[in-house]
């Protein structure tokens, strides 16, 4: 399969704890969009990736949260200080500037306890 | 920042009915996409539209872009219990930037 993977699937987390979620784009892609999802809203965008830099972060991306894609590869979200107001699903998706198709993955639901 | 407005919400239809669902954006687009998500999943991309008046199909889904780049519309002809599920439009501008409206929510009686 060489779609776009997230990894976990799924995180319950303690308030308070960081957490790390990893993509990996489908192969030769060179941008990489991280949204957030929660119940009944479509996707709102974070952040994107055109190969490692980090072009555009969208205001919801608090200091809790850091994104990277070191080597214009799979990229890391991490969330630190997880609340409860986190829990969401996280999505990623790739695409291949200047074509405008993106696929998503599969995303990683948060739930924060 | 840009605002996509989805409607309707939500629509019950009985199979073998069309459905229509459209998109307006309070800016101009480039592109439009129109994406279904079911329960768990993330978002299946169904049409990309790349050109103002431009219509696409795919297989019994038809989706055309709006000459003024504002709008999008997407069309299921005989609609079959497997379209049920969330069907979201998202624009894209001049920074490749992608936003999504809020989604419709389509059921299929049998």
């Known amino acids: 399969d060489t779609g776009v993977s997230q990894n976990p699937r799924h995180k319950i987390t303690k308030r308070g704890q960081n957490v790390t979620f990893r993509c990996d784009p489908i192969?030769?892609?060179?941008?990489l969009y991280w949204y957030r999802q929660t119940l009944g809203q479509g996707p709102e965008f974070l952040t994107y990736?055109?190969?490692?830099?980090?072009?555009?972060k969208s205001r919801l991306l608090s200091d809790r949260f850091s994104a990277e894609r070191p080597k214009g590869s799979f990229s890391t979200l991490e969330i630190q200080r997880t609340e409860q107001g986190d829990s969401a699903m996280y999505l990623c998706?790739?695409?291949?500037?200047?074509?405008?198709?993106?696929?998503f993955g599969q995303g990683t639901r948060l739930t924060v306890v | 920042g840009q605002q996509l407005n989805q409607s309707p919400q939500s629509m019950f239809i009985q199979e073998g009915e069309d459905v229509s669902m459209n998109c307006t954006s309070s800016?101009?687009?480039?592109?439009w996409l129109w994406y279904k998500q079911d329960p768990g999943e993330g978002p299946v991309l169904l049409i990309a539209?790349?050109?103002?008046?431009e219509l696409t199909s795919n297989g019994r889904l038809t989706a055309q872009f709006g000459i003024t780049r504002k709008d999008s519309f997407l069309n299921i002809s005989a609609s079959i219990p497997s379209d049920v599920g969330i069907y979201f439009c998202?624009?894209?501008?001049?920074?490749?930037?992608?936003?999504f409206g809020a989604g419709t929510r389509l059921t299929v009686k049998p």
């Open positions: 998706a790739s695409s291949l500037v200047p074509v405008a198709e993106a696929f």
């Open positions: 192969s030769e892609h060179n941008r």
């Open positions: 990736f055109q190969n490692e830099a980090q072009l555009e």
């Open positions: 800016s101009i687009f480039n592109t």
């Open positions: 539209l790349y050109k103002a008046g």
């Open positions: 998202a624009g894209r501008d001049n920074n490749n930037d992608m936003r």
